[in-house]
């Protein structure tokens, strides 16, 4: 059972989901003048989850942050099921923070956020991705969007809005880079905004570019690019890192407690990235950074390198077997047995849309999803800002 909440993106995310239950709750953020509102729908929110699990009541309840995820997973706990949180960026969310106090157990993906969640038990499992997203061949992918196979793949994308200070900085970077860059060919993810003006920006300098306003193969563009200008978002930080993609970081300059930038420090730190603040981004430094990662093999293989310490192939399997044996599934001898008696497997978890088909909603235990329902469907692109 999946819970998410009316906004745009979370219904995006859902849309032709099959195999499991989708339940919408009406919780709404907490915004400055917004604090009735916020209550209100925390309160029916949780009403409506106690109500839902009074005839159907989970064994586990897992929360991924956000203001959705808390209502239902005090409802569970109430109904007697055991409650688990994931927690994807370096700075919690206050949701997750507030929870980490209730839960029985939780999981992060960066090692620094344990310490700030108040937690009792925390185990560091990484991000989990769906399994569409490993290595490719960057042709084939080039070719499936339009691109020549040959030529070099720079990728931009934003939130899931589009990013605006992405978009302006990289029209202000095109009269360099096309002088410095001829054969770069670009994937250029807008938001629905800025598609028209980039598609003119990139004609006018006589640019190979494919502009999308949004892109759901997102594994294709990332398979297709050579590096990659971003946001800082935990998902799109553990997409990158799971295909192995060097990247300029740009984080959201307005991010919740500006964990954007603390993500991307903490891939910089590792040379994982490179870290570009946008309020001292300048289109010289951008097109310096994108030519480092572009022209020189040895930065850029040493970054993909540094990237593959951040990729946890079994972060999902590891928070699902967690989950698991707290409630006395998948123990000792009888583990492999009680596996396959959950559908789907537990290391399958991050379902694709593609392969989805067939997955029933019975399970030792019903999943209660917050926020990021993105782990288990496909999402637009650049989702994080």
């Known amino acids: 059972m999946l819970l998410v909440s009316p906004k745009d993106v979370d219904q995006e995310a859902v849309r032709g989901v099959s195999g499991m239950e989708v339940v919408i709750l009406p919780a709404v953020g907490l915004t400055r003048g917004g604090e009735i509102g916020f209550v209100r729908g925390f309160i029916q929110s949780y009403r409506a989850a106690a109500k839902l699990f009074r005839s159907s009541p989970p064994k586990i ?39 980490g106090r209730v839960v029985h157990r939780s999981f992060v993906g960066f090692p620094t956020a344990a310490a700030r969640l ?30 020549d196979p040959a030529h070099p793949v720079l990728l931009v994308m934003g939130g899931s809005q589009g990013a605006i200070g992405i978009n302006e900085l990289v029209m202000r970077s095109l009269p360099l880079l096309a002088s410095r860059a ?7 993810l807008t938001g629905a905004r800025d598609k028209e003006k980039l598609k003119q920006a990139y004609a006018a300098f006589k640019m190979k570019a494919v502009v999308h306003p949004f892109l759901a193969e997102m594994e294709l563009a990332l398979g297709a690019a050579t590096a990659c200008v ?20 740009i984080p959201y300059p307005t991010a919740t407690d500006n964990h954007q930038f603390h993500n991307a420090r903490a891939f910089e730190a590792t040379g994982a990235a490179r870290l570009l603040e946008q309020k001292t981004a300048t289109p010289e430094l951008l097109v310096q950074l994108l030519l480092d990662l572009l022209e020189k093999p040895a930065v850029h293989e040493k970054m993909q390198n540094a990237l593959t310490r951040w990729h946890e192939p ?37 379902k694709s849309r593609d392969d989805s088909k067939g997955s029933g909603p019975e399970r030792a235990g019903r999943l209660q999803i917050g926020r990021e329902a993105e782990r288990s469907v496909p999402l637009p692109a650049g989702r994080d800002a």
């Open 182 to 188: 001829p054969d770069l060919q670009w994937l250029h």
């Open 230 to 249: 971003c946001r800082a978002g935990a998902s799109s930080l553990a997409e990158l890192a799971a295909m192995r993609l060097p990247a300029v970081l």
């Open 314 to 350: 079994r972060a999902a399997e590891q928070i699902v077997e967690a989950m698991l044996v707290e409630v006395g599934v998948g123990v000792g001898e009888n583990r492999h047995a009680h596996r396959q008696s959950c559908s789907p497997p537990v290391s399958r978890i991050p």
């Open 118 to 147: 108040h937690s009792r038990n925390v185990t560091v499992t990484g991000t989990p991705v769906r399994v569409r997203f490993q290595g490719r061949e960057a042709g084939s992918c080039r070719a499936a969007l339009g691109l």
């Open 61 to 99: 309840a897992l929360a991924m942050g956000g203001f959705t995820s808390a209502p239902p997973v005090l409802a569970a706990k109430r109904a007697g099921a055991r409650t688990f949180l994931h927690e994807s960026n370096t700075i919690p969310g206050r949701a997750n923070r507030w929870l």
